[in-house]
């Protein structure tokens, strides 16, 4: 049996040439669909609007399940979750809706009864001429020209706050514009800080802090201590929301020059506390 399958495989050499137990790469099925064009699914725009639809939709019921109080009833809930933590802090969360192009919220404020101590503040001005000396008699830490922009991108040289004189900003804005501007600290007309009034700025500014919001607009503050008076609480609870309120255009400043932008929308006003739940606040 053996001899004659080795001479029927002889045979089929011979008419056909030599047999071939392999297939080519190229040809098998595993290249053959990796060559096949992979088609990648769009969605329609109808599609993606309702997809937006249902999530707007999830979270306006998720936030219907929130604990929505007043301001007082939200302080005493929070009271008597801490009461075993007196050094327990009340916190204010509050979202904005930022839209694109649009400025990071900041401003400045000064607590009735300070919540806890705040960092230092140090100003740098850029000015030239007399106004480097006013701007030291003001009170100003660090004051100079273009000279320091090196520094400041080198991160040798900081601050909290910049202002410039008018004749200093177009200058230095082409160097710091993006740096600064990126950290919210590059001075600007709309908030003030681009003025030749250094020293009333500085008179302004003077014992008061900067808040800012994050870059999705959210706004985190403490403002009280558990063993605050609820009445203590309700105005620092007030002055703060008033400082957003002017700087997100929702109230008018006597300060801040008319402008024909929108308000940014504050659409949620959260009060919790070291260890308690998130309160929705409905007389804000």
Request: charged share 25%.
């Amino acid at each position: 049996m053996g001899a004659f399958l080795a001479l029927r495989r002889e045979c089929y050499r011979n008419a056909f040439g030599p047999v071939l137990f392999s297939r080519p790469f190229t040809q098998s099925h595993v290249s053959m669909f990796r060559n096949k064009r992979e088609t990648i699914r769009i969605p329609s725009k109808k599609a993606l609007a309702a997809k937006q639809k249902r999530r707007a939709a999830k979270t306006e019921y998720l936030q219907s399940k929130m604990e929505q109080l007043k301001l007082v009833d939200a302080i005493s809930v929070l009271r008597s979750v801490e009461v075993a933590s007196p050094k327990a802090m009340y916190e204010l969360y509050i979202k904005t809706e930022m839209g694109s192009g649009v400025a990071v919220p900041k401003g400045r404020f000064k607590l009735p009864k300070e919540a806890k101590p705040r960092p230092k503040e140090q100003v740098l001005v850029f000015a030239e001429g007399r106004q480097v000396e006013d701007a030291k008699r003001a009170g100003a830490h660090i004051v100079g020209g273009i000279e320091l922009i090196d520094g400041i991108l080198n991160n040798r040289i900081r601050a909290t706050t910049y202002l410039s004189t008018t004749s200093m900003i177009r200058a230095i804005t082409p160097r710091l514009g993006r740096f600064l501007g990126q950290q919210g600290l590059m001075p600007a007309e709309r908030r003030g800080t681009v003025t030749d009034d250094i020293a009333g700025y500085m008179r302004r500014i003077q014992g008061t802090n900067e808040w800012k919001a994050d870059k999705t607009g959210n706004i985190h503050m403490p403002i009280g201590s558990m063993h605050f008076t609820v009445d203590e609480v309700v105005k620092n609870f007030k002055h703060f929301m008033t400082s957003v309120k002017e700087a997100t255009g929702n109230i008018k400043n006597s300060r801040q020059k008319e402008t024909d932008k929108k308000p940014v929308l504050i659409s949620k006003v959260l009060l919790s506390s070291t260890r308690g739940p998130g309160i929705r606040i409905t007389d804000c």
